[in-house]
């Protein structure tokens, strides 16, 4: 596997291309904004999108996702079944607040706990981390695990959104993410990488 990380929105969130080396599949993780960027990315590097990812489906998640779908007409969107219902609403996604417009999407398909998703040779495995958010999910593979605003460098995530919830947050990250090799690396929705062994003797939340 090999991957991008991709300052969006003026460097305030983090989007991610992930892709298979020898066969250029790629997936694009929470494009959240700046499609021009993400398309630059996926045409310089000659990759073939496979999905569109989401972590979650907050506005700074998923500002770019229609532009890209529009480009590449047989992207397809998961995000995991839990978060269906906030991925449609605007009001329930936030993306009146964040964006210059509504967002309302439908997903192609949707994901669960410990579902693999095969990007060429790849197996990107789903954790289910809700807390931020009902649906809020990672994607591990190859010792790297992409979090969404679930878990960030010495933070965890906001949980005074709809659905939030501290202390199924906190529990989250227990025991779906520190029960992960201390070497794994996590790339959160915002801010800069860690490792999932300092986040267990650093971070003050827990």
Excluded: C, W
Excluded at 117 to 138: A, Q
């Amino acid at each position: 596997m090999e991957y991008i990380k991709l300052p969006l929105g003026n460097g305030q969130m983090n989007g991610y291309i992930i892709f298979d080396k020898d066969s250029k599949e790629a997936a694009i993780i929470d494009p959240g904004y700046d499609f021009k960027i993400i398309n630059k990315n996926i045409l310089d590097l000659d990759l073939t999108p496979k999905y569109i990812l989401l972590t979650h489906s907050h506005g700074d998640h998923i500002g770019a996702v229609e532009e890209l779908k529009d480009n590449y007409k047989n992207l397809k969107l998961g995000i995991n079944v839990n978060e269906v219902e906030m991925l449609y609403r605007a009001e329930l996604n936030l993306s009146s607040m964040i964006q210059p417009r509504e967002i309302s999407l439908e997903s192609d398909f949707t994901f669960i706990d410990g579902e693999i998703i095969k990007l060429g040779e790849d197996e990107i495995k789903v954790l289910h981390i809700p807390g931020h958010s009902p649906g809020g999910s990672g994607f591990l593979i190859d010792g790297h695990v992409f979090v969404g605003d679930s878990l960030f460098k010495m933070s965890i995530g906001r949980t005074d959104f709809y659905m939030g919830d501290l202390q199924v947050l906190l529990t989250s990250i227990k025991t779906k993410l520190f029960i992960l090799d201390g070497e794994t690396i996590v790339h959160p929705g915002h801010g800069p990488d860690t490792s999932i062994a300092f986040e267990i003797e650093r971070n003050p939340f827990f």
